[in-house]
């Protein structure tokens, strides 16, 4: 019996690790739609991350219109000269996600509404929009919100 408890615990542990961050932060559920199909057509809309000479951090642009139904190919670049990163969700979702940000600010994201990009980085996300609603998409990295890296995503 305790050969097969201790099997058990050796297929488990591996899990264990692998395990999300806190309880609750997933990246398996999405308020703002669905991760799209880089095959199918998608309209491109390019998304600069940057910061100014006065301390402000901001998305160029920061309001995106799509309609229900279109899939986005977010083309991603960080001109800047710190880390940022772009994740597109609910404010409430991202309010949340910020709070983990700042017990673990070195939490990188390469998930499917998610990208954390270095300096002189570029990335693509394509995204289905398969909700209406307003979303945002935010730099969650502590400090950069509240610098005003973040933008409206109104999907009729």
Same mark, same amino acid.
């Given at each position: 019996m305790v050969v097969n408890g @201790?099997? *058990?615990l050796a297929l488990w542990a591996p899990l264990a690790v692998a395990a999300p961050g806190a309880p609750g932060h997933s990246h398996r559920t999405f308020a703002a739609g669905a991760p %799209?199909? $880089? =095959?199918k057509p998608a309209r491109t809309v390019e998304v600069v991350m940057k910061e100014t000479d006065d301390g402000k951090m901001l998305f !160029? $642009? /920061?309001r995106v219109e799509a309609k229900r139904g279109e899939q986005?190919? +977010? !083309? *991603? =670049?960080? !001109? %800047? =000269? !710190? /880390?940022? &990163? +772009?994740? @597109? /969700?609910? $404010?409430a979702r991202n309010a949340k996600h910020k709070i983990e940000m700042q017990t673990n600010p070195d939490m990188e994201h390469d998930d499917p509404n998610g990208k954390r990009l270095a300096p002189g980085q570029r990335s &693509? *996300?394509?995204w289905r929009i398969s909700k209406g609603g307003t979303f945002e998409f935010a730099c969650l990295i502590p400090g950069h919100y509240e610098a005003g890296m973040h933008g409206t995503a109104l999907v009729k």
């Amino acid at each position: 019996m305790v050969v097969n408890g @201790l099997a *058990l615990l050796a297929l488990w542990a591996p899990l264990a690790v692998a395990a999300p961050g806190a309880p609750g932060h997933s990246h398996r559920t999405f308020a703002a739609g669905a991760p %799209g199909d $880089p =095959k199918k057509p998608a309209r491109t809309v390019e998304v600069v991350m940057k910061e100014t000479d006065d301390g402000k951090m901001l998305f !160029v $642009p /920061d309001r995106v219109e799509a309609k229900r139904g279109e899939q986005i190919r +977010f !083309v *991603l =670049k960080n !001109v %800047g =000269k !710190v /880390d940022h &990163e +772009f994740m @597109l /969700d609910t $404010p409430a979702r991202n309010a949340k996600h910020k709070i983990e940000m700042q017990t673990n600010p070195d939490m990188e994201h390469d998930d499917p509404n998610g990208k954390r990009l270095a300096p002189g980085q570029r990335s &693509e *996300l394509v995204w289905r929009i398969s909700k209406g609603g307003t979303f945002e998409f935010a730099c969650l990295i502590p400090g950069h919100y509240e610098a005003g890296m973040h933008g409206t995503a109104l999907v009729k």
